[in-house]
């Protein structure tokens, strides 16, 4: 038989009402099963660690109770179990928010774990750390420092499993790792059985992102044409104990699962397919096989596993100044002279309004705004009609707030004292984070999981992780 791996979101943001198809369509199917939310990107965290300095409850996932709300029910009553890395920077906090939430369902009996240990930002100066694709020489200056976590992979994961949580919910872990950590759960996979771990973590790549496997982010129409986008279809992998794994998705649902969006899945973010790093295991897709075996229904198979690596990617996130948009809009006759015109004016302002470290950069969207380069020559280069409709865009950056205000201030003025017809202003400044990628020893991660009811006790897993790249 069969385990079923269901996607209930792919990212923060992501739908709040995708996992009602996929768990009634796990409950119609009757077999072993597990329902996953993945809401963490790279500064996702950080922003989350930003949050709680204004609120004590905002370190965790916004959307957490609309995305359990509609399901947390009828998973407790059918033995759905949910896997969440919705806890951010604070699972303990996210906890608490999904007990209340149960109880105001009625549900007085549900079993949470929490996993730990990623967070090593009080320990990261003892450290032993080696730099990988850093965006700094070293760690940032103290009191920059906003978060630093380690991307746990699936034993803690598992080991919350064990203690008997309904709902288990984890910080910064890789991904895949919340879809592999219910199947070495079911299977009993061994932690050096290099080709199921493998083809594990990769039932988990393909639905970590949610429906960019079934037809979300693929569409392109006259195509690549995706029917009933409104309603996609999250997608459910079933796995079997050997390894094979099959994609598809709840049955009637919007979306399509064929060879094409599971080989843009498969390959999404790889950046070596024989030596794609994961926390668990190496991952090798040299040979892999993509074959449609029925409607949204795709097999992969030949996916091969080497052994985990000796150290684990932390992300640390660190404050770097300030940073601000704005934007206003010129349509009609001539708009885009008006649009060049106003874009030139606020240039020559901040020449002499704004310090000279001010980084500034102007788009003209419409023309060319995605492809261009931060001095504009590329968009001065192509000709195009002047009549349309063009909305001028000013990014800025600088240590000090005051000199970011001043600049998205100096587009606002373009209203009365800028090109004829301007409208629509825009402006946005906040705090500039930025980061850095660096691996840290395995043997230096202490992780685990524990009841959220502290009577549980704390339970150590040794020999952590790395996150896929």
């Known amino acids: 038989m069969s385990f079923l791996l269901g996607s209930g979101a792919g990212f923060s943001g992501d739908r709040t009402d995708a996992a009602v198809a996929v768990v009634d369509e796990l409950i119609l199917r009757g077999e072993p099963c597990a329902l996953v939310f993945e809401t963490l990107g790279e500064r996702t965290l950080a922003a989350a660690q930003r949050r709680m300095r204004e609120d004590p409850e905002g370190g965790y996932e916004p959307l957490i109770e609309e995305l359990l709300e ?85 034993a803690p994961l598992v080991e919350a ?7 288990v919910v984890a910080g910064r872990v890789a991904d895949p790792a919340l879809f592999l950590a219910p199947l070495v759960a079911h299977f009993g996979w061994a932690w050096d059985d290099w080709d199921r771990l493998a083809a594990g973590m990769m039932a988990g790549h393909l639905a970590e992102c949610g429906s960019q496997v079934s037809g979300g982010y693929f569409a392109d129409p006259g195509y690549k044409d995706v029917p009933g986008m409104a309603r996609l279809g999250y997608p459910i992998i079933e796995v079997e104990g050997d390894g094979r794994l099959v994609v598809t998705k709840p049955a ?31 991952v090798d897709l040299s040979e892999a096989e993509v074959r449609c075996i029925g409607r949204d229904r795709v097999e992969v198979t030949g996916i091969r596993g080497k052994p985990a690596p000796a150290r684990l990617k932390t992300t640390v996130c660190y404050d770097a100044g300030w940073q601000g948009e704005a934007e206003i809009s010129y349509a009609g006759p001539n708009a885009l002279a008006r649009a060049r015109l106003a874009a030139d004016t606020l240039r020559e302002r901040l020449s002499f309004r704004a310090p000279g470290d001010l980084r500034s950069r102007f788009d003209i969207i419409g023309h060319v705004s995605v492809f261009n380069d931060d001095d504009g020559k590329l968009a001065l280069a192509r000709e195009q009609s002047l009549d349309g409709d063009y909305r001028l865009r000013l990014a800025v ?61 704390r339970k150590h897993v040794g020999d952590m992780e790395e996150s896929e790249t």
């Open 252 to 282: 009637g649902s919007g979306g399509r699962v064929d060879e094409r969006t599971v080989k843009e899945q498969l390959l999404y973010e790889v950046h070596d397919p024989s030596h794609y790093l994961t926390p668990d295991v190496v």
């Open 397 to 457: 950056e600088h240590a000090e707030r005051r000199w970011v205000e001043r600049a998205t201030q100096e587009l606002m003025a373009l209203y009365c004292a800028g090109p004829a017809g301007g409208g629509g202003v825009r402006r946005y400044f906040q705090r500039r984070l930025l980061s850095a990628s660096w691996l840290v020893r395995r043997e230096d991660v202490m992780a685990g999981a524990r009841c959220h009811d502290s009577a549980c006790g």
């Open 161 to 167: 499993l064990r203690l008997g949580a309904d709902v």
């Open 70 to 154: 509609p399901v947390l029910e009828k998973c407790v009553s059918h033995g759905i179990r949910i896997l969440g890395n919705f806890g951010a920077a604070d699972p303990a906090g996210a906890c608490r928010r999904v007990d209340a939430l149960a109880k105001r369902q009625g549900l007085m009996s549900v079993k949470l774990a929490e996993v730990f240990g990623d967070d090593i930002r009080e320990r990261i100066g003892q450290l032993d750390l080696e730099p990988w694709e850093a965006e700094l020489g070293q760690l940032p200056e103290d009191g920059a420092l906003v978060s630093a976590n380690v991307y746990l992979g699936a």
